[in-house]
């Protein structure tokens, strides 16, 4: 069974930083692409970045040059490392896994494994 657990979640302040983990087990981890994506209160889901096996990243407009993704396949852990956090950036994230191992772009559409996510709250 694939399990995914997120952490490090929590308010802060605009310009606060906070990391968020994700620990995955039931699956060869170091295989896959692997995203984290957001859903902000009455919005739908959001790609926030991507990371391939081997450490490609990419991330979207709104979050480049302050969220850094990074993985340790040796762990099964993924990462956001989030700076410079905006009031906008206040959402419940989730880190995702396709179910097939091939996939190589997330969209809403996109079949995955998905954890229970964790709650960033930006605020003054």
């Known amino acids: 069974e694939v399990q995914l657990v997120e952490s490090g979640g929590g308010l802060v302040q605009p310009g606060g930083s906070l990391r968020l983990s994700c620990v995955a087990s039931?699956?060869?981890?170091?295989?896959?692409?692997m995203y984290w994506i957001r859903q902000a209160p009455g919005k739908g889901l959001e790609w926030v970045s991507t990371?391939?096996?081997?450490?490609?990243?990419d991330y979207a407009d709104s979050v480049k040059g302050r969220f850094t993704i990074s993985r340790d396949n040796s762990k099964n852990m993924l990462y956001l490392q989030m700076n410079g956090l905006k009031s906008e950036d206040t959402a419940v994230y989730y880190c995702?896994?396709?179910?097939?191992?091939?996939?190589?772009?997330?969209?809403?559409?996109?079949?995955?494994?998905r954890g229970q996510g964790t709650q960033v709250t930006v605020s003054s």
């Open positions: 039931g699956l060869l981890f170091g295989r896959y692409w």
């Open positions: 990371i391939s096996p081997g450490g490609y990243t």
């Open positions: 995702v896994i396709p179910v097939n191992v091939y996939n190589t772009h997330w969209s809403p559409s996109t079949d995955t494994y």
